[in-house]
């Protein structure tokens, strides 16, 4: 039975007060008015910088545009108006991407887990319960989810744009879609999705602690496979709707077939990342000798290969986008490199180039240091990616890695340790009434 130590429940405590004391006082800064705006503006100008003569080209740009239509002063205070709004949505948006990235983390190990069981794999029974660990994030991370995803969907914030009701009577386009993006539809549809993927995580795990204790049969083995199978179906239709919803939306004129796809590949290989970074750490502390190499082995093929399936389904979602080259296609991107260069093409070296040298070699997937440095570096270039798809519909080229950014990474990181390592006390480590744990405690590759 694993117990966790004072120092590891101190060290996620301070996380969450360090990062929730940085997070009031991120919100405490934003701008409130546009004049607040032009002050900002106008002191960055005086000090030079390449976002400052962005603002101020841009500025130049809407308030000549208004020019030629006879309405200056209108012209300039929309430009500071939309200034405003993205300085107003950063902490909001620094919020939502921790949230958002933790929360996929646990949704990407449930996943794993019911395939394990769906495919009746005999491999990976020694792991159930560190994947039984840090699906418990899924609770408190999903309440947090829901709360963030209903203030943003009834505009308590300005972070999808579709919510606010004025730019929608402006934009014929976001009006042929206000049948699936209205505030009620996208909470009914969350509350769908987040209550499915908690049931079957409930039961799951009710199933997993039952065969325990069952010495006569794999009845409850049985009935996990069954409600695994049948909740692959559930995800894989309410994922794909959940990144449409809590990511796409967020740049409501754009669209890719392959968002689903995308969305799933990086949670799926965060979450296997996550894994092996436990199992590791839980190995150094002399807890599941049970493990063997060739366990971390597996994971490792599992963090190489993922990873090439998202630059598999990254490349061709750009690649047909850049080829095509239509307008309302081709914006998502020209934002993204020009003004987040460091971020869009630092994330491809880290989740591409990175594991693909480092992690191709056989041996080097059986040296847990090296496991831990190749999954902290994915994790990170991971987070990176969610940064880039949130941050430029929301916060534009008034972006920059802050108190916000930095505090809400602390505060999700916090709790996540704190509920996956408590959860960890809940049970044995070892899911000794599984049929195939013998076959996976020798397993060798």
Request: hydrophobic share 50%; charged share 15%; glycine share 8%.
């Amino acid at each position: 039975m694993y117990t966790l130590s004072n120092r590891l429940r101190l060290f996620s405590i301070i996380l969450m007060v360090v990062g929730l004391v940085g997070l009031v006082i991120g919100f405490s800064q934003r701008p409130g008015s546009i004049e607040e705006v032009k002050e900002m503006m106008a002191a960055h100008d005086a000090h030079g910088g390449g976002h400052g003569e962005s603002k101020a080209h841009a500025g130049d740009h809407v308030e000549s545009h208004a020019s030629e239509h006879g309405d200056d002063a209108h012209g300039g205070d929309a430009h500071y108006e939309h200034v405003l709004h993205q300085l107003q949505n950063k902490p909001w948006s620094a919020l939502y991407i921790a949230a958002f990235f933790f929360f996929m983390i646990a949704l990407g190990v449930l996943a794993f887990y019911a395939i394990q069981f769906a495919a009746q794999a005999g491999w990976s029974p020694v792991l159930f319960r560190v994947m039984e660990a840090i699906t418990a994030y899924l609770v408190p991370g999903g309440i947090i989810m829901f709360v963030i995803l209903a203030l943003s969907g009834f505009h308590v914030n300005h972070l999808f744009v579709w919510a606010d009701p004025e730019v929608v009577a402006h934009d014929k386009l976001i009006q042929g879609k206000v049948g699936w993006l209205n505030g009620t539809g996208f909470i009914i549809r969350a509350a769908i999705f987040l209550g499915g993927w908690l049931l079957y995580r409930h039961f799951a795990v009710k199933y997993s602690r039952l065969q325990d204790e069952d010495a006569t049969g794999n009845k409850w083995y049985k009935k996990s496979f069954k409600i695994s199978a049948a909740f692959l179906v559930f995800f894989i239709y309410t994922e794909s709707m959940m990144s449409w919803d809590w990511i796409m939306s967020f740049d409501p004129h754009w669209f890719s077939t392959l968002f689903g796809w995308y969305v799933f590949a990086s949670l799926f290989v965060s979450g296997i990342t996550t894994i092996a970074l436990i199992t590791i750490y839980l190995k150094s502390k002399g807890y599941l000798e049970f493990v063997n190499n060739s366990h971390i082995h597996d994971l490792a093929k599992f963090m190489f290969g993922i990873s090439i399936f998202w630059t598999y389904l990254w490349f061709s979602q750009f690649m047909l986008i850049w080829y095509s080259n239509i307008p309302e296609e081709v914006t998502y991107f020209i934002t993204r490199i020009e003004d987040y260069k460091l971020p869009f093409f630092g994330m491809l070296l880290m989740n591409f180039i990175f594991p693909l040298l480092v992690l191709m070699n056989s041996d080097f997937k059986r040296v847990n240091w090296f496991v831990v440095m190749a999954g902290i570096i994915i994790l990170c270039g991971h987070y990176i990616d969610v940064f880039n798809m949130v941050m430029p519909a929301t916060v534009g080229e008034s972006w920059f890695i802050g108190i916000s950014e930095i505090s809400a990474v602390l505060l999700f990181l916090g709790l996540f340790i704190f509920v996956v390592f408590r959860a960890l006390t809940k049970a044995p480590l070892l899911a000794k009434g599984n049929p195939y744990i013998e076959e996976s405690k020798h397993f060798h590759y």
